[in-house]
């Protein structure tokens, strides 16, 4: 094996831009736009495997482009050069070129992708302790993507030389990658496009739900595709004749036909919950997920103060259990709710961000007043519920204590909270209880005000 | 007359017209399915850019050196190739609108186009006309996919899509259209 021709286009071709580009605009866009959902919640690139992988993998949107864009100016230097002929007349396949060239390409594009994930990866593995190899697939189509575009690339601007071709290919890939990628904001990420059609694109949604991984039968889809768009690629690169350019257009329509046939129709069966993540691991009556088993140990304690209160207070009809979340949903819906046992979600900031006193106090005010109006980094829930939950709280620990975690202020919580708490005290202790279980019931059911309910209106 | 038929034959101005043109109709096929609403900025951006950046790689000829010996004053010369290549943009744009779905309004589309033509100027002052393209593309996606802005600098860094009348990425296109272009009609394309 010659190595000095792939030393020498390591060096002399844009391979080592292709590389320097896709890392320098995926960590500029993860860092300097600081303020983006990428580093916030439970779903942040740096607190899961799955959302790490998918987040890197989100950012092929303009990535991609970008390879395919780069691919394509490579694909030009032979006509820009005016070689064509010259190196027509050697005694070499026509192969031997384009390997070196495509390798070198693929090299770079996949070290510099392998570097975007392992940073992540660094970050990852401080941040949580539930490892596992389930999104190994999701990067390695990711970086399989990269080099299929740039191939691509080369091998569309090796069949129409022309300035136009780099521009015109990475404005179609980035209209492509823009218009297919899925919305999060649906409890599945749902693109516009069917969504046979949108898969075809290699960039994955934005992550809101840590619990969501790509399906297999996406990921094979997907994989067809791309080494159809590889082959085809290659095979342009090195074509010599009129008819071998249209030979090679076989592979890519093959891949595109089979990828079809496997890919997921409906976004519920693209984005599935990650079994093994979602499993419960208890602690007796205190339940997280596996993804989130390293907080078991900081939640049991408080956790179990609160049940034994709650049981004081309310007797038989208390919660026995205190489970984390694992219901999909939407921006806007209603988070998941039950009676029997006590609902956590790690992306409410009054409990992500609470610890002992507080903590047991968070979980006791989502016992007996469960939000309607769900609190994240994308939705900022209403001061009201808050108030009513800091009442009904304080009904069980015995003072009035306003909320943390959320975006409202301590003040505003309690102007609403102190009247109501100061005419519930006030009342016989029957009387109290039967206000708070009115209370729970409406907020069980969300209907109406919990705090007009404490404060002895009928639910609205 | 005939040195403009050379001219646009050497520019492959034929060729990136029906680029421009091509992607104005794209957009109107795309909205005309009624997908996203009347607000969205990005379908019309999109065409925009897709025209500029096409014009683009016609800011330079096939010899760079030979186009400076002429004894002709090339500044206005390329100041109006890069007008036109806004007006261009634009009207494509204004003339699918008017077939089919509302994208965007005039404003929008003039203070796009302008900065876009512009930008694509200055990348061919700076890396040439053959990369010309890099600048509007990279600029396109950065704004696609920032955060929403809050503030003057961010309204600035996404002055594409922020909607029309904005004062910061007013003056940020308009900076932007009247520096290229001067860059570009000054120092002429980057070999």
Request: include cysteine.
């Amino acid at each position: 094996m010659n190595v000095r021709v792939p030393a020498t286009e390591l060096r002399r071709s844009t391979a080592p831009w292709a590389g320097a580009l896709v890392l320098g605009t995926a960590l500029a866009f993860l860092y300097a736009l600081g303020g983006g959902p990428w580093w916030r919640g439970t779903a942040a690139w740096t607190e899961q495997w799955t959302s790490m992988a998918l987040w890197t993998r989100s950012l092929l949107v303009f990535l991609w482009p970008l390879a395919v864009g780069l691919g394509a100016l490579q694909g030009l230097r032979d006509h820009r050069s005016r070689m064509t002929e010259l190196l027509a007349s050697t005694p070499r396949p026509a192969w031997h070129r384009g390997a070196a060239v495509a390798g070198t390409t693929a090299l770079t594009l996949v070290s510099a992708y392998a570097l975007l994930v392992l940073l992540g990866g660094v970050q990852v593995f401080a941040n949580t302790s539930y490892g596992h190899a389930g999104w190994l697939p999701v990067s390695l189509v990711g970086a399989f993507a990269l080099v299929a575009g740039a191939v691509l690339g080369m091998g569309a601007a090796r069949a129409l030389p022309s300035a136009l071709t780099p521009p015109a290919l990475a404005v179609a890939a980035f209209a492509v990658t823009v218009l297919c990628q899925p919305s999060p904001d649906e409890a599945v990420p749902t693109p516009l496009a069917p969504n046979r059609l949108s898969l075809l694109s290699p960039a994955a949604a934005q992550v809101r739900e840590a619990l969501l991984t790509l399906s297999a039968s996406a990921h094979t889809g997907q994989a067809l595709w791309l080494l159809g768009m590889a082959a085809t690629g290659f095979a342009l690169l090195t074509a010599v004749s009129r008819r071998a350019r249209l030979l090679a257009l076989t592979p890519v329509l093959a891949g595109a036909a089979l990828a079809l046939l496997v890919l997921p129709s409906d976004p519920r069966h693209t984005y599935v919950v990650d079994e093994a993540a979602a499993e419960r691991v208890c602690d007796g009556p205190v339940c997280v997920t596996a993804m989130h088993q390293g907080r078991l140990a900081d939640v049991a304690g408080p956790a179990r103060r609160a049940l034994r209160l709650l049981r004081t207070a309310l007797g038989d009809g208390a919660p026995a259990t205190v489970r984390e979340s694992t219901a999909l949903r939407g921006i806007g819906d209603t988070p998941e709710r039950s009676s029997r046992t006590v609902l956590v979600d790690f992306d409410d900031g009054m409990i992500a961000g609470a610890k002992g006193e507080d903590l047991t106090r968070a979980l006791i005010a989502q016992a007996l007043a469960p939000a309607c109006f769900a609190r994240s980094d994308r939705e900022s829930g209403i001061t009201g519920e808050l108030a009513a939950q800091s009442v009904a709280a304080g009904w069980v620990l015995g003072d009035l204590e306003p909320f943390g975690g959320t975006v409202h202020a301590a003040d505003d919580q309690l102007a609403l909270a102190r009247p109501v708490w100061k005419r519930l005290t006030a009342l016989p202790r029957a009387e109290q209880l039967a206000r708070i279980t009115a209370a729970r019931d409406a907020a069980l059911r969300c209907e109406g005000f919990t705090l007009d309910v404490l404060n002895g209106g009928a639910t609205r | 007359m005939r040195w403009l038929t050379l001219y646009a034959r050497a520019r492959h101005v034929p060729a990136s017209l029906a680029a421009v043109v091509l992607s104005a109709v794209a957009v109107w096929a795309l909205a005309g399915d009624g997908g996203r609403g009347p607000g969205d900025p990005r379908l019309p951006v999109l065409a925009l850019a897709a025209g500029a950046m096409a014009a683009s790689t016609g800011l330079g000829g096939h010899d760079l050196a030979l186009d400076r010996t002429a004894a002709i004053r090339w500044a206005p010369r390329r100041a109006a190739h890069v007008v036109l290549i806004g007006t261009a943009v634009c009207a494509a744009l204004l003339a699918a609108q008017a077939l089919g779905e509302d994208l965007a309004t005039l404003a929008f589309v003039v203070r796009d186009g302008a900065g876009l033509a512009g930008l694509a100027a200055a990348g061919a002052a700076v890396c040439g006309a053959r990369y010309a393209w890099t600048l509007p593309f990279g600029w396109l996606s950065f704004a696609l996919f920032a955060p929403p802005p809050s503030g003057v600098p961010a309204q600035m860094a996404t002055w594409m899509l922020v909607p029309p009348g904005t004062a910061a990425a007013t003056w940020t296109a308009a900076v932007l259209a009247a520096a290229g272009t001067a860059a570009y009609a000054l120092a002429g394309p980057r070999r």
